[in-house]
């Protein structure tokens, strides 16, 4: 564990140098928030931190575990996670979303848990939701038309989108034009979009041309969008980090690369059969 939590604080002091401000966790992603609060503590620097509820992690760190996350949206589940989320952090998340919230959990019509999250929203956190599955933009438009005593709660989404699976841009300018915090997540496809993985043509013309990684682009691609507030990098590693950052150096038309979306449900059936690492 102390190897683990070393490693966290060497990523997390690159990033900061480097200048990232956002920093995103779970109650499901292990130690994450215990180890993000501990280090901004020590380091005593004030970021913007977003955190999710409705996961809760079993898998003990074991990579082959059969199971490694068990949702729950209910209020049991909410009222369980967000001390839990306080304590580990040592201060409020800035931003507090449902982790992967969809139209099937019935979350989004769970007025116990809408009540309370308004009540948290009192409180100056900018409760939302985090999407997951093809289903992602319906979803979104159903909690951009949600009220509790006549107003929205909610005021933040995290969102997949990258080149393979941009089907929630949409929904998502939508709620950018509605006031919300947009954030981006796996914008290089869960490793798809990264030099691991065979990349498309287009996609390596590209790089060639912008003498630029092939995660660098995609990132570069979702930072473009005019809805996107913060896109994640998702790094694990400083080596990660720094060829993710070239992002920030690249300006180009990426409309070129339109050509490489799937559809939403051949992209999340691929996501699916990737291996949890």
Same mark, same amino acid.
């Given at each position: 564990?102390?190897?683990?939590?070393?490693?966290?604080?060497?990523?997390?002091?690159?990033?900061?140098?480097?200048?990232?401000?956002?920093?995103?966790?779970?109650?499901?992603?292990?130690?994450?928030?215990?180890?993000?609060?501990?280090?901004?503590?020590?380091?005593?620097?004030?970021?913007?931190?977003?955190?999710?509820?409705?996961?809760?992690?079993?898998?003990?760190?074991?990579?082959?575990?059969?199971?490694?996350?068990?949702?729950?949206?209910?209020?049991?589940?909410?009222?369980?996670?967000?001390?839990?989320?306080?304590?580990?952090?040592?201060?409020?998340?800035?931003?507090?979303?449902?982790? +992967? #919230?969809?139209? /099937? !959990?019935?979350? =989004?019509?769970?007025?116990?848990?809408?009540?309370? %999250? &308004? *009540?948290?929203?009192?409180?100056?956190?900018?409760?939302?939701?985090?999407?997951?599955?093809?289903?992602?933009?319906?979803?979104?438009?159903?909690?951009?038309?949600?009220?509790?005593?006549?107003?929205?709660?909610? +005021? #933040?989404?995290? /969102? !997949?989108?990258? =080149?393979?699976?941009?089907?929630?841009?949409?929904? %998502? &300018? *939508?709620?950018?034009?509605?006031?919300?915090?947009?954030?981006?997540?796996?914008?290089?496809?869960?490793?798809?979009?990264?030099?691991?993985?065979?990349?498309?043509?287009?996609?390596?013309?590209?790089?060639?041309?912008?003498?630029?990684?092939?995660?660098?682009?995609?990132?570069?691609?979702?930072?473009?969008?005019?809805? &996107?507030?913060?896109?994640?990098?998702?790094?694990?590693?400083?080596?990660?980090?720094?060829?993710?950052?070239?992002?920030?150096?690249?300006?180009?038309?990426?409309?070129?690369?339109?050509?490489?979306?799937?559809?939403?449900?051949?992209?999340?059936?691929?996501?699916?059969?990737?291996?949890?690492?």
């Amino acid at each position: 564990m102390d190897a683990m939590r070393a490693h966290a604080r060497t990523v997390l002091d690159a990033a900061w140098d480097a200048g990232i401000r956002y920093f995103d966790a779970a109650r499901s992603y292990g130690r994450a928030e215990e180890f993000l609060g501990g280090w901004l503590a020590e380091r005593g620097h004030t970021a913007t931190v977003g955190s999710k509820w409705g996961y809760t992690y079993v898998a003990d760190w074991h990579t082959d575990a059969d199971t490694h996350e068990v949702k729950n949206h209910d209020l049991d589940t909410l009222e369980r996670q967000w001390p839990e989320t306080l304590a580990s952090l040592g201060r409020p998340p800035d931003l507090y979303l449902i982790h +992967s #919230a969809t139209l /099937a !959990t019935g979350v =989004l019509e769970d007025g116990r848990v809408l009540a309370r %999250l &308004a *009540e948290l929203a009192t409180l100056g956190v900018r409760v939302g939701l985090s999407t997951s599955g093809p289903g992602q933009a319906d979803t979104l438009r159903r909690a951009l038309a949600v009220t509790v005593d006549g107003l929205n709660p909610f +005021s #933040a989404v995290q /969102a !997949t989108w990258n =080149l393979l699976e941009p089907s929630a841009g949409g929904a %998502l &300018a *939508e709620a950018h034009a509605a006031g919300w915090t947009v954030v981006v997540k796996e914008a290089v496809a869960n490793g798809r979009l990264t030099k691991r993985a065979t990349i498309p043509p287009t996609l390596a013309e590209i790089c060639g041309e912008l003498r630029a990684t092939p995660d660098a682009v995609a990132l570069a691609a979702a930072l473009a969008q005019p809805w &996107a507030d913060v896109v994640l990098s998702g790094a694990t590693t400083v080596q990660q980090l720094e060829s993710n950052l070239g992002a920030l150096r690249l300006k180009s038309d990426f409309s070129t690369l339109a050509g490489l979306a799937e559809s939403p449900g051949e992209y999340w059936q691929t996501r699916a059969g990737l291996s949890w690492n």
